[in-house]
């Protein structure tokens, strides 16, 4: 008989950890619905249709995404958003998750919060977490196609009084600007103590993967759906740990027809489940396992995620 999907695992397995989760995509349906009421703001199209399992074009996915970190604009937003992953990764049978987070666009772009806030925000809701035994960690997120100056405003922001719970560095966004050109601000988050990771070869190109690890010198790949067998084998080789979002790859890769996560494994590459934007387009460590499963892998080839998710995992390091 199957295991129910949210159930933990078992004695003796791995635990389990969400490896990549967006705080600005990752809130409380309920809770978005109840606060746009209350500002009285109208929830956009996109963003029903998402909640709805409907398909949206990617312009109406970032104004969904957009609409939600509108709302992180004070310290108890943000820590509601932080307990939101928490209750979600902790009913599916998880106990960790490593949360993407773009201070810079929230306090510079946007204006709408302070950093200080932000960050009490956020040590109050993993503090309160950690009571349930939920450990997490924050990995800031610059914007790759804002180009390197935009890299280094971000940790010009964060790295003066960086606090403990920021273990890492990372870019998303359009991949149209070349990893080489982000190797100095790569240079200077490692340089700083922080990891290293980047989304590539979701919407740009295998090539890109490739760069962002021999030019840019990342230890993490986000996605990288779109590598080349010749890639996967440099990301095995290297042991690059692989982050795989199987319900927002379906979302905005339509195009990448099966998903190669089982090619991925077979491989050797380290890759790991994560939810991406589970707010946004709803899902959890449970239906990404069941997604899994329904590519074709088997009770052992999930275990091997679950093995990498925690071995590979910042926020247990």
Do not use: K, Y
């Not at 695992?9 to 995509?25: I, K, S």
């Not at 946007?110 to 950690?130: C, K, P, T, Y």
């Not at 239906?287 to 052992?300: F, K, S, V, W």
């Amino acid at each position: 008989m199957g295991r129910a999907p949210g159930s933990p695992p078992l004695p003796g397995a791995a635990p389990r950890v969400d490896r990549h989760t967006h705080l600005e995509g990752a809130l409380d349906p309920a809770w978005v619905r109840a606060e746009a009421g209350r500002r009285g703001l109208a929830l956009p199209p996109p963003l029903e249709a998402l909640w709805h399992g409907s398909a949206v074009p990617f312009q109406g996915f970032i104004e969904a995404f957009l609409f939600g970190a509108m709302l992180l604009d004070s310290r108890e937003a943000v820590r509601e958003a932080v307990l939101a992953v928490a209750r979600r990764t902790r009913a599916s049978g998880a106990t960790g998750a490593d949360l993407w987070l773009s201070p810079h666009f929230l306090v510079v772009h946007r204006a709408q919060i302070r950093l200080e806030d932000l960050w009490r925000g956020v040590e109050e809701g993993l503090e309160s977490a950690a009571r349930e035994g939920f450990r997490a960690c924050v990995v800031l997120d610059a914007v790759n196609h804002f180009g390197p100056r935009h890299g280094h405003a971000v940790l010009d922001l964060v790295l003066p009084e960086r606090p403990a719970f920021v273990r890492g560095f990372s870019t998303g966004g359009l991949e149209s600007c070349p990893f080489r050109e982000w190797a100095p601000v790569f240079e200077r988050a490692r340089a700083a103590g922080l990891r290293l990771a980047a989304h590539a070869g979701e919407n740009g190109p295998d090539a890109n993967v490739r760069e962002a690890v021999l030019e840019a010198g990342v230890e993490r790949i986000i996605h990288g759906i779109r590598s080349s067998d010749e890639t996967l084998d440099l990301l095995a080789e290297r042991r690059i740990a692989v982050d795989v979002c199987p319900r927002s790859n379906a979302g905005l890769a339509p195009d990448l027809r099966p998903h190669p996560l089982p090619r991925m494994l077979q491989r050797g590459v380290r890759c790991a489940l994560g939810t991406d934007d589970p707010g946004v387009m709803p899902c959890d460590l449970a239906t990404e396992r069941e997604a899994a499963r329904a590519m074709g892998l088997d009770e052992p080839a999930l275990a091997l995620l679950d093995r990498h998710g925690s071995e590979d995992a910042w926020c247990l390091a």
